[in-house]
């Protein structure tokens, strides 16, 4: 059976992902989803990436601005804005609170 994360469970938590991401550098769209691979997370297609980036960036939590690439055609780099700050700081306690929680759930005997 392979293991991959099932779409359901990811969906809750890939927007705290991508603003973790973004947060550590500017990444325009293709390379946030190299990056989630990186991490380990490869079930996600461009098709859920580019969506969830404009969901952040109506929000305010993210800002995008077109570039030009050595290697082509511009590209759009995302930032934190300070909303997305907040929201991510909000994001890992939340994360850390549960996680302990499903873990101590799971490591019953």
Request: aromatic share 8%.
């Amino acid at each position: 059976m392979k293991n991959t994360i099932s779409s359901q469970m990811l969906k809750g938590i890939l927007e705290g992902c991508i603003l973790k991401i973004i947060g550590q550098k500017e990444v325009y769209g293709y390379e946030m989803n190299l990056k989630l691979k990186e991490y380990g997370i490869s079930t996600v297609s461009d098709g859920t990436i580019y969506p969830l980036l404009l969901k952040l960036q109506k929000q305010e939590l993210i800002e995008g601005e077109m570039r030009a690439s050595e290697e082509g055609p511009m590209r759009k780099y995302y930032k934190l804005t300070d909303k997305g700050k907040l929201q991510l700081e909000m994001f890992e306690k939340q994360w850390e609170e549960l996680s302990n929680s499903v873990n101590n759930i799971l490591s019953i005997k």
